[in-house]
């Protein structure tokens, strides 16, 4: 299976998931806060680097759950803010 390109928008949201991500993590361990998640660490370093730009749902949902974030909030500041 091919997977399609992803967009410039898609790339720049997962930078912004990213992002907040490694705000909310704060002091807190990138291998505390995989396995509060049920993730690997390197399932979270992919999405924090942007190297996994599109993460499924569950896997956004249990992050934000480990990180104490709604995921209202985490939408809000990850949607595609058009120039």
């Known amino acids: 299976m091919v997977r399609t390109p992803l967009t410039p928008e898609e790339r720049e949201r997962g ?3 990213g992002a907040l991500l490694r705000e909310a993590r704060a ?3 990138m291998v505390e ?3 509060s998640a049920g993730l690997s660490a390197e399932t979270l370093r992919k999405i924090e680097t942007g190297r996994a730009p ?3 749902f569950f896997t956004v949902a249990a992050l934000a759950e480990a990180l104490g974030l709604s995921l209202d909030d985490v939408m809000r500041r990850c949607a595609f803010v058009p120039v």
């Open 33 to 35: 806060v995989a396995a």
């Open 27 to 29: 002091g807190r361990s």
């Open 15 to 17: 930078e912004r998931l």
């Open 54 to 56: 599109t993460p499924a």
